[in-house]
């Protein structure tokens, strides 16, 4: 079963960057497709962007696709979310999350979330 930790979310102004990590623990990692979800106040949890096991293929909600990537190193068991060009509406708590399925639906493991706040 595997561990995830998110971490890199902080305070940002609108315009700026944040590199998000999620480290995995106690699997295999590279067995795992990864995913990054957010969920903003009173919102439900929405997908932010999905990547399979090599790092071959990618794909992004419409909403943060050209300012959002994903990519992996599973020399390191970590996934990470660069996110250029920040906006308020991406304010939320982002998490991580692994499955055996490339999928932008459901997960089996999840981390705890990392708060990400935009100012404008």
């Known amino acids: 079963q595997v561990q995830l930790v998110e971490s890199g979310g902080g305070l940002v102004q609108a315009g700026g960057s944040l590199r998000l990590s999620c480290a995995a623990s106690?699997?295999?990692?590279?067995?795992?497709?990864m995913g990054w979800f957010r969920q903003a106040p009173g919102k439900e949890r929405d997908f932010v962007a999905t990547?399979?096991?090599?790092?071959?293929?990618?794909y992004y909600a419409d909403s943060v696709k050209g300012r959002f990537t994903i990519y992996r190193d599973n020399a390191k068991n970590t996934v990470y979310l660069q996110m250029n060009s920040l906006r308020s509406e991406d304010t939320a708590v982002y998490y991580c999350?692994?499955?055996?399925?490339?999928?932008?639906?459901?997960?089996?493991?999840w981390g705890q979330g990392t708060q990400v706040t935009v100012s404008s």
């Open positions: 106690g699997g295999t990692f590279s067995s795992y497709a």
């Open positions: 999350a692994a499955d055996d399925v490339y999928t932008t639906i459901s997960y089996d493991y």
């Open positions: 990547i399979t096991r090599t790092g071959g293929s990618t």
